[in-house]
């Protein structure tokens, strides 16, 4: 699939700003399945300042400063990106989820000790007691790493209500557990508290989810705006899969990866600060079409 | 534990130390080499001395204003900090053998870290357990890649040594983030060379001054790029931080502007000082802030104490960060059990230096062992060093014990298990007498490009119990000055070879920061308020005693009426018959700080400036203010009228001294300048306020608030002088008003302020250039069309125009106070006053 995707997000100030910084975490990721041959951001009004870097996650990052009066701050972020079909493995033939676990404990760097890494609490994301308790009835011993975390996946989406109104970008984990409803963003972050709390290793993905469906098939719930999904690691031989509790869904070809890390404070698509500034209302409009010559 | 009945030969002091190795004193009871000097000086001074000592000591700390903020701390703002008498010596020998340890160990520490945010070949080879790094907050990942400039992460690391019961010394607790301690050390030793001055020489102690000035150099090494002189900052969180104290101490003594966050802004990814001349590059930043705090752009978010983009700026080369960011990664006892390895594989040496024995938790084997027998074990948190403290799991119930055994089985990385070490000993004063207090001493090593260089002294502390090894500042610890014994010649240098007692001279490379003027202005206008608010206190005060005649009565309602001017009492409580009410309010308004404007708040106001501003205020100048704190304290109970009168008399002498060091101590700088010109604006503003209320007040009666008013703006004597008569009010208003010889008068005031405004600095790229000096001319103009005279035929009519004049005038006056804030500090932006 081709897509080309537009992100567009206006800032607008009560009173007038004159020196803002800001990283903006935009550029779809390259993976094996997913390039990206075009990405462009533009800013408006100028910035005085640009630079563009890797983050330690590998994602890209974007810095720029504003400098100069202004009441109002546009940023678009426009990229095509094709995706690659890939067939998730047969449940069955991952490993039992006790060996992932213990392989993500060594004390080499190693691609399953590096995982190691995404099993810690960060800090959006807290571990313990009663996140493994909620998690335990998917993890029966010896069972194959995916299938428990379909069955996780299908439960957290079951048992959570997705409601735009119950929860803010600042909502935490633990409010969303109890009240048992929450946004894409939080669904993710619940996932990743409980798979953590069992001591495996997930990590958050931002991304966009296509917007409109293919003929015959249901509208994603998340399109129009960012979207936020888990990343599982199930062993050296499979490697990350996704999984998109909002959804039910193991991701294929409709999700775009952009950014991934501990959790949503790695991955924050513009994150600013402005000093002096009153009220900032933002708006935020994402717009992904396949591409249908491509 | 087995107590020596040997008895130390210091005929005035026994000291019977315990079992465990002490520093002065050998097992036979006779001192050890190095101390036999200093122990013999102290044998001949006898109890009585040692109080004499000891209270000189306590009085230079409370004059000095050394504090130690505790967060969360319900006695107040700050507590004094505590220094024993006695210091710890170490002998020139064991100082070598020692730093010869901590600069290897400073140097492994910086090729770790460029290790660590690098190619991390440390984990990939298995040297250090990735979880080690994955699982500490203080890993920092947006460090990841940075190479800093001359690829020096640490200017300066701090290392807590302890010394074991061989007599050898093992490493407790490193501190690479931002070590803490060296203002102290040097406060310490000021204090120590003042009250033994006799035995400091003969001891031959080694010197710090030294060390302090290649501290000093190395900072402005570290500038990135040569452009005449570097410009360095000392960067701290401000007032409210723990050790703020030693931030502004050091600043002043190094030499460098101390700044907060909001000081500091990063334009096109290079860092500049906001002052009052506008934007000056910074090349260099001594950080006393915690890392995670210092950007919260791409750091800690909730907070205000950084510089959005300060990360990138230094990713960029373009600032250089003494500690760097991330540099806490390497503070962990986790590392503990894999240092010996690093050190051999990156160094080729053994590690001279050892460890406190300690088994990581993160591994399987060792955890199962330390929970075979857990009461072998103190318990550490492996990151976040000194957020909780250590649990000794011997002390612990069996509830308690299971408890804790749960919480390392549940977060099995986060802890680290080290053997309950039996800590060396060394005499401390309590209570008159010499006891063996457990001891640790923090030492310090200068880690920056070619420069290892261990600080002869360091920063000890001892326990503040007998028999417990838990020694730290927060939980009562006392500290210690250290003194390394010289070998040889002593280098002469000493620290105070320049000191100076006012204020510094500002330092053209760096100017005035706008929010140190900020507060220097601020600081002016308080100050005055409060000596106004004084003497209007005394004035109703002194009528409030004597003989209770018919005029005081009245004069007493006329200042009433005046304090009900200034809005410092209601109305109500002027016009009520029984004058109980007011008494309350007057009592509120010496002592309750809740109660607005009352003299505790506003010298609450008063500190909180000066404290903002400290490194720009001479010694005594704090000496001064401290001074002015006990002066105000007086029981709430039973306040005699001849108590509050004693205080407001104090008060108002101690205020003049303030205003004496500014006038002759001060150098003329726009630091000066602001502070001036805040004290002239709030004079202006109070006497149009009480001038305009007297006015007011004499429409029904003339004979009762003129008296007090001259006495309230000590213009009783000038008066007198001049007309011999009872006050009237137009001779009365040109005295205050318009006669610009008194230096009360608002004329005067505002002469001065046009005087001022004629100097202020002038920033290119404001477009406010002159707006200051234009409105403090049309001060000048307003004044001048007050034509007193003609009111001469008719005063009646004065009495209705004056006040509108007033508050006319003080209407023009405060719009120019706002252009200064507007203009010269509205960038600084958070203003809790």
Known sequence: MRYFITHRTTCNYDSSVTVCHYIARLMPRSLPSQVCPWHEITIHPKPSERAVREDYFGNAVLYFELEGAHQKMEVVSSSLVEIEATKAPVPESTPPWESVRDACRGYKLTPASAAGEFTFASRLIPTGQVYADYAAPSFTPGRPILSCIIDLNHRVNRDFVFDPKATDAATPVEKVFAQRRGVCQDFAQVMLACIRSMSLPARYVSGYLETVPPPGKARLVGADASHAWVSVWCGDQFGWIDADPTNNSLPSTRHITVAWGRDFSDVSPLRGVTLGAGVQRLTVAVDVTPDLDG | ?833
């Open chain 2, 1 to 833: 534990m087995q107590v020596q009945s040997t008895a130390v030969p210091l005929p005035a002091l026994p000291y019977r130390p315990t079992s465990a190795y002490d520093e002065m004193c050998l097992p036979d009871g006779s001192l050890r080499p190095h101390w036999q000097t200093f122990g013999r000086a102290l044998g001949q001074m006898g109890t009585t001395d040692l109080d004499a000592r000891r209270d000189t000591v306590q009085r230079l700390l409370r004059d000095h204003g050394v504090t130690y903020n505790v967060y969360g701390d319900a006695t107040g703002f700050t507590r004094p900090w505590s220094l024993d008498l006695l210091p710890l010596i170490i002998g020139a020998a064991d100082f070598k053998k020692v730093s010869e340890g901590l600069v290897q160990r400073a140097r492994l520490f910086n090729l770790m870290l460029a290790d660590i945010y690098g190619p991390q070949r440390l984990l990939k080879e298995g040297w250090i357990p990735p979880a080690v790094l994955h699982a500490n907050p203080s890993f920092i990942r947006a460090v990841q890649g940075v190479v800093p400039p001359g690829d020096n992460f640490l200017l300066l690391t701090g290392c807590d040594l302890v010394r074991l019961p061989g007599g050898s010394w093992s490493v407790l607790a490193d501190r690479t983030q931002s070590p803490s301690g060296k203002g102290y050390s040097l406060e310490n030793r000021i204090i120590m060379t003042n009250v033994f001055p006799d035995e400091f020489k003969a001891s031959k102690v080694q010197r710090l001054a030294s060390f302090y000035d290649m501290e000093r150099e190395t900072l402005r090494s570290l500038a990135p790029s040569r452009r005449g002189t570097p410009s360095v900052v000392m960067m701290t969180p401000g007032p409210y931080n723990e050790t703020y104290f030693e931030h502004a101490f050091k600043a002043r003594y190094l030499g460098f502007p101390l700044v907060e966050g909001a000081d500091l802004t990063v334009r096109d990814r290079r860092v500049h000082l906001k002052t009052l001349e506008g934007l000056r590059r910074v090349d260099v930043i001594a950080r006393r802030v915690d890392e995670a705090f210092c950007d919260p752009l791409e750091l800690n978010a909730d907070t205000w104490l950084g510089v959005p983009g300060l990360v990138e700026a230094w990713r960029s080369g373009n600032v250089a960060l003494g500690n760097g960011l991330g540099t806490g990664a390497v503070e962990t006892p986790a590392l503990f059990p894999f240092l010996p390895g690093i050190c051999r594989h990156l160094m080729g040496e053994e590690l001279k230096l050892p460890c406190a024995p300690t088994w990581w938790c993160g591994q399987q084997r060792e955890m199962e062992m330390v929970l075979a027998s857990p009461e072998r074990w103190v318990l550490k948190p492996a990151f976040a060093v000194g957020a909780r403290d250590p649990i000794f799991l011997a002390e612990l119930d069996s509830q308690k014990r299971s408890e804790a055994i749960a919480r390392v089985r549940a977060e099995p990385q986060a802890w680290v298990a080290q053997e309950v070490l039996t800590l060396s000993t060394t005499p401390t004063l309590v209570n008159g007498t010499l006891q063996p207090r457990s001891m640790v001493w923090r030492s310090f090593t200068l880690a920056a490009k070619d420069r290892y260089h261990v600080m002869p002294g360091g920063l000890s502390r001892v326990s503040a119990e007998a028999g417990r090894f838990v020694v730290t500042m927060q939980n009562g610890g006392i500290s210690k000055d250290t003194w390394v014994i010289a070998e040889g010649q002593v280098d002469q240098k000493t620290l105070l070879s320049n000191q100076t007692l006012v204020i510094r001279p500002e330092r053209p490379p760096s100017g005035v920061p706008s929010r140190v003027a900020d507060h220097l202005f601020w600081l002016g206008r308080y100050a005055e308020r409060l000596e106004q608010t004084g003497r209007v206190l005394r004035t109703i005060w002194n009528r409030l005693s004597g003989e209770g005649s018919e005029v005081q009565g009245q004069e007493m309602t006329g200042c009433a009426r005046l304090l009900a001017a200034m809005k410092l009492v209601p109305p109500e409580v002027v016009q009520s018959p029984d004058n109980r009410p007011l008494l309350t309010h007057l009592r509120s308004l010496l002592h309750d700080p809740k109660c607005e404007g009352s003299v505790r708040e506003l010298l609450g106001r008063l500190r909180y400036n000066a404290a903002s501003a400290r490194d720009r205020l001479s010694d005594d100048t704090w000496r001064l203010f401290n001074r002015i704190e006990r002066d105000v304290q007086i029981s709430r109970k039973g306040l005699a009228v001849s108590d509050a009168l004693g205080m407001l008399d104090t008060l108002i002498l101690d205020l003049a001294a303030f205003s004496g060091m500014q006038l002759e101590n001060m150098t003329r700088g726009h630091g000066w300048r602001f502070l001036e010109i805040g004290r002239r604006l709030e004079r202006s503003m109070i006497v149009l306020t009480l001038a305009g209320g007297a006015a007011k007040i004499c429409e029904q009666d003339d004979s009762a608030v003129l008296g007090p008013l001259l006495e309230i703006c000590d213009s009783s004597m000038t008066y007198r002088r001049l007309h011999f008569a009872k006050p009237r009010l137009l001779p009365v208003m040109d005295l205050l008003i318009s006669n610009e010889s008194n230096p009360r008068s608002v004329a005067y005031q505002i002469e001065a302020l046009c005087e001022e405004t004629l100097h202020l600095p002038v920033d290119p790229m404001s477009s406010f250039a002159g707006r200051e000096k234009a409105l403090a001319n049309g001060l000048k103009e307003t004044l001048r069309g007050l034509n007193l005279e003609s009111f001469a035929a008719h005063e009646r009519d004065a009495f209705k125009a004056l006040p509108v004049f007033c508050e006319r005038l003080f209407a023009a006056t405060e719009m120019l106070s706002e252009s200064f804030t507007e203009h010269y500090f509205s960038h600084a932006v958070r203003q809790p006053r």
